[in-house]
Each structure stands twice: as structure tokens, then as C-alpha cells.
């Protein structure tokens, strides 16, 4: 595997011990500042103008190194990080942690091991006209095709994907701005049995554009977030019941993130508790306001927000747990790969 330089860096959020003294001497310190800062013009907006690349779907395996994919004019790639010590670019400048290596020349949406840490990947295939879920041998680099479509139509921009005790994979698909006459025409969520067979279990217009996916530890509870950018589309997190034979009823809205950007990826802890990637800091040319900042959004079970994760670098897209207690959690945001430690164990969902 190729080696090649991203920025990974670790973000140290919920910290104590703080001495009182040198809080006053600072609080002092920024009063001359905070006076000039008053009386100055307020600042232009900022806006992005050009966006080179995207990191998306983080995935953790069973050694703690994490699989990412980078997606934008620079091309599409799937990367794995691993973990190692800081090396100095120049005296008095620590660099990132660890090494990032090229594990294939393509990328994906998203991607999430199974139980038996095969790599599962929403994607396009190697010449991006093959939409549909893989399975690979991270070992071997042995891709196997699990779904490509549904009642002979192919998929579109198959997005986000999980999985649930069972082995079963749920996955959501968007079409684009066009629909060719063999591709199935609809924004649907879908899953795919250990048996092969590809159930369409949601579909528009019941829902509208589907993201991020998600089933809850005790396998009770399907999560789907609605991500629809126009002014006036579901920016929201849906929540069903999920039953035993995969099926899904009593949809109702689990969180509220409009009209500032919704929820992209997300993953669950051990209790419960969705990690939500979302939020905006800056615009990005669309209706989305800047109502929600950039950040992990924490909701429980009851739908009530917990805590956000600031995160400090547009766009943020998907999370993941990983670490050998599972609380350390990756977040892939704009050209970087953060991580954080959180109290909470996660799931490998």
C-alpha cells in the first residue's frame, strides 16, 4: 500500500484541573482584546469557494486501524490509518500521529465491518458504474458484489449502510439528478439478507433523502436521517420499529436539526445514544442555514440532545467507535480524520 500524507488530529474536548489563577491572568489578559473587538466592524462573510477533497466513512477493525475514504477533484481513494508517533516536520512542530496508507485506488460512501471484520461498502465499484454493497477481504483484497439491484433495476448512489445482530445490512440509496430507464427511480432504504435476498423497505414518498442509517443495540430500533438541503425538506432523524423479520412500522421523528444543516453519518453507543455528524459553519451554497455548527450531535434514546462535539472544519460526514474500549471516536470532517475520547463505550455499528 501507497503511503501518503492527511491530517489527523486528536481533539481533547471536556477538560478539567484548570488552575483558577491562570484562568483570571487570562480573563485579564483578553480584556484589552475583548474592549478593541467591540468597537471594530463586524467581519465579512466567509464562504467556501472551491472544495478539493472529502473525507467520509470511517470504519474501525479489529487491530484499531481505521479505513476512510476520500472523495473530490483529487480523486477517489480508500485509505487506512494507523496509529503510531508524532513525527516533527521541523524543529518545534509536531506532526499528526501515525501513518495513512492507500488500501485501493477507488473510494466509497461508506463503509462498516461485519462481525467477522469484512469490510462492507456502500459504492460504485472500481469504474464508478456498478452502484451497490460489497464485502471485501481486508487481508486478501477478495471483493465480493452482495447487491447491485432490486427486481432487475440497478441502484443509483447507494449512501450510507449498517448492519444489525443478525448479519442483515440496511442500506440507503439516492438517485441523482437524472434516472437512467434501468435504475430504480426512487429514494428507498433497503436490506439485504445473509441470504442474498434485497428487500426495498422504505421508499419516497413516505421518506424523501435518505442519509445516514443506523439500528440500535438491542436491534429494536431502525434510524434514518432525512438530509433534504432545499428550504423546506425533512432535516430530520426518523425512528422505527424494527422487527424480528426486518421489517419496519410506527415511523415518528426522533430529532429536529432544520432549517440548519441535517445529520449526515452517524453511529450508536452501548446505551443507546446516537453520535450524529452535522451542522455547518460555514455556507456552502445551499438553503441550509447555519443554525446547527459543525459538529457530533449526542441524542438519546428519548430523542433529547445530550451534548454537540464541536468540530472545527467543514464538511462534517460520518463517525465511528474504535479503540480497545471502544471509546475512542473517529470523525471524518472536510480533508481531516479527527478523533476524541467520549465516557460512553460505542458499538462497532
Given at each position: 500500500m501507497k503511503s501518503i500524507s492527511i491530517a489527523v488530529v486528536l481533539l481533547s474536548i471536556g477538560l478539567a484541573g484548570c488552575a483558577s489563577g491562570a484562568a483570571e491572568e487570562r480573563a485579564a489578559a483578553a480584556a484589552p482584546a475583548a474592549t478593541a473587538a467591540a468597537s471594530a466592524p463586524a467581519p465579512p462573510e466567509v464562504e467556501a469557494a472551491a472544495n478539493l477533497m472529502l473525507t467520509e466513512g470511517p470504519t474501525v477493525d479489529q487491530d484499531g486501524a481505521v479505513y476512510f475514504t476520500t472523495?473530490?477533484?483529487?480523486?477517489?481513494?480508500?485509505?487506512?490509518?494507523?496509529?503510531?508517533?508524532?513525527?516533527?516536520?521541523?524543529?518545534?512542530?509536531?506532526?499528526?500521529?501515525?501513518?495513512?496508507?492507500?488500501?485501493?485506488?477507488?473510494?466509497?460512501?461508506?463503509?462498516?465491518?461485519?462481525?467477522?471484520?469484512?469490510?462492507?461498502?456502500?459504492?460504485?465499484?472500481?469504474?464508478?458504474?456498478?452502484?451497490g454493497i460489497t464485502r471485501t477481504d481486508v487481508k486478501t483484497g477478495q471483493v465480493e458484489w452482495l447487491a447491485d439491484k432490486y427486481q432487475g433495476k440497478r441502484f443509483h448512489n447507494p449512501n450510507d449502510l449498517t448492519v444489525d445482530g443478525k448479519g442483515r445490512i440496511y442500506f440507503t440509496d439516492r438517485p441523482g439528478a437524472k434516472s437512467a430507464p434501468d435504475q430504480v427511480g426512487l429514494n428507498a432504504v433497503y436490506r439485504v439478507d445473509p441470504d442474498g435476498t434485497v428487500a426495498q423497505i422504505l421508499k419516497e414518498p413516505e421518506i424523501e433523502r435518505p442519509n445516514g442509517i443506523m439500528v440500535s443495540p438491542d436491534d429494536k430500533t431502525l434510524y434514518m436521517i432525512e438530509a433534504h438541503v432545499k428550504a423546506g425538506g425533512a432535516k430530520l432523524i426518523r425512528a422505527y420499529d424494527l422487527h424480528d423479520d426486518g421489517s419496519v412500522t410506527n415511523m415518528r421523528v426522533h430529532y429536529t436539526f432544520g432549517p440548519g444543516r441535517s445529520g449526515d453519518g452517524m453511529t450508536v453507543d452501548s446505551q443507546g445514544n446516537l453520535y450524529v455528524?452535522?451542522?455547518?459553519?460555514?455556507?456552502?451554497?445551499?438553503?441550509?442555514?447555519?443554525?446547527?455548527?459543525?459538529?457530533?450531535?449526542?441524542?438519546?434514546?428519548?430523542?433529547?440532545?445530550?451534548?454537540?462535539i464541536p468540530i472545527p472544519e467543514d464538511v462534517v460526514t460520518n463517525v465511528a467507535f474504535g479503540g480497545p474500549d471502544l471509546k475512542t471516536l473517529y470523525v471524518t470532517s472536510g480533508k481531516t480524520l479527527f478523533r476524541t475520547r467520549v465516557e460512553i463505550p460505542g458499538t462497532r455499528r
Open positions: 472523495s473530490g477533484i483529487l480523486g477517489s481513494r480508500l485509505l487506512k490509518w494507523t496509529d503510531g508517533p508524532r513525527i516533527g516536520t521541523e524543529p518545534g512542530l509536531v506532526g499528526f500521529p501515525g501513518k495513512v496508507e492507500v488500501f485501493r485506488d477507488y473510494g466509497a460512501g461508506a463503509l462498516v465491518f461485519d462481525k467477522d471484520f469484512k469490510l462492507l461498502a456502500a459504492e460504485r465499484g472500481p469504474k464508478g458504474d456498478r452502484p455528524a452535522a451542522g455547518l459553519n460555514i455556507p456552502r451554497g445551499s438553503d441550509e442555514t447555519l443554525d446547527n455548527h459543525t459538529g457530533i450531535y449526542v441524542i438519546s434514546p428519548a430523542g433529547k440532545l445530550l451534548r454537540m
